[in-house]
């Protein structure tokens, strides 16, 4: 079955860039999604086909794909940003989803 | 405002079944595809199924395909997800949230807990 590769954990400091990286095959041919978990709530679409930013998501979040690598970046990351984030995409034939492993950001 | 509130979560033991269901409103339910989508304590996010506008097409995960289906009930404004041959690696957070096009899972419930244990 299709997966979607992330690292577990990416830690910066106050004020750093942080990058989220995600890994899929289908990646060159499918969107990325990216969703934002905090702690006990559900999880908030961030960053939508690639690059789009929702509205109401702060423009510190960015996103961008290249091949099979999509990448989420957080600059200029607050304390209120840690969180868990997970990639989403589909697989080639567009019918099955999934999600990455998850990254936990850890920002202090 | 937009509102998706599950219910239906409990104990269960292994073997035996379970129906979730997933009120939505705020929306025209009947235009949109729904997805369900669980967490395992401590775990990250498994995508379970998706269910198409018209409750015409579905489409599993495989670690639950031939055991859970969702269905919708339009005129209910309501989806469901019926669990059948539950298994103790089923015990998770279960949320539904709707698929729009350019945004999918844009609006997620709170999610209900499912226990499978014997």
């Known amino acids: 079955s299709y997966e979607l590769t992330q690292p577990p954990s990416v830690s910066v400091s106050p004020g750093q860039t942080a990058r989220i990286t995600c890994s899929g095959d289908a990646l060159p041919k499918r969107y990325a999604y990216w969703y934002q978990q905090k702690s006990g709530q559900a999880p908030v679409l961030v960053i939508y086909e690639d690059s789009k930013r929702p509205s109401g998501i702060p423009e510190r979040f960015s996103g961008s794909s290249s091949g099979t690598m999509g990448t989420l970046t957080v600059s200029g990351a607050q304390v209120d940003d840690e969180a868990d984030y997970y990639c989403?995409?589909?697989?080639?034939?567009?019918?099955?989803?999934?999600f990455g492993g998850g990254t936990k950001l850890t920002v202090l | 405002q937009v509102q998706l509130v599950e219910s239906g979560g409990g104990g269960v033991q292994p073997g035996r079944s379970l129906r979730l269901s997933c009120a939505v409103s705020g929306i025209k339910f009947s235009s949109y595809a729904m997805h369900w989508v669980r967490q395992a304590p401590g775990k990250g996010l498994e995508w379970v199924g998706i269910i198409s506008y018209d409750g015409s097409n579905e489409h599993y995960a495989d670690s639950v395909k031939g055991r859970f289906t969702i269905s919708r009930d339009n005129s209910k404004n309501t989806l469901y997800l019926q669990m059948n041959s539950l298994r103790t690696e089923d015990t998770a957070v279960y949320y539904c949230a709707r698929d729009e096009a350019q945004q999918p899972l844009d609006y997620w419930g709170q999610g209900t807990l499912v226990t499978v244990s014997s």
């Open positions: 989403y995409s589909t697989d080639s034939s567009g019918n099955h989803r999934v």
